[in-house]
């Protein structure tokens, strides 16, 4: 299917191109861009942590409560997959903090590394 033409008989996808490298930066280079790329997705990371830390025991509540239905046990499988959800929200979030302790050490070293072979 041929694209849309407008009033003047240019092709949509002509103006879009046209309208989104006008609105570009033109200062920003590609080195700078890919910084705050990788900034960006490290601040989103780190946002995942309160989101970790309310799901698991939310998860949990209803789990527990499900069961505690199910088996006539209230409150002690609420309780026990509420602690379940928090140990495992928990772990996520240590897990999550020590890979990008990681990937941040690597950034570093690799930062190290081209500023040497730059001064040699």
């Not at 002509?14 to 309208?19: H, L």
């Not at 409560?65 to 772990?91: E, H, M």
């Amino acid at each position: 299917m041929p694209p849309e033409q407008d009033s003047e008989g240019r092709k949509n996808d002509e103006r879009n191109e046209k309208s989104s490298s006008e609105s570009r930066p033109k200062s920003v280079s590609s080195n700078s861009a890919s910084k705050l790329g990788k900034r960006l997705n490290t601040i989103g990371s780190l946002g995942m942590i309160p989101v970790l830390l309310a799901a698991g025991p939310i998860i949990g509540i209803f789990i527990g409560q499900w069961l505690d239905k199910k088996f006539d046990s209230s409150p002690w499988l609420t309780v026990l997959f509420v602690i379940l959800g928090f140990v495992a929200g928990v772990r996520e979030m240590v897990q999550l903090l020590k890979r990008e302790k990681r990937i941040e050490q690597e950034k570093k070293r690799k930062d190290s590394n081209d500023t040497g072979s730059a001064s040699n």
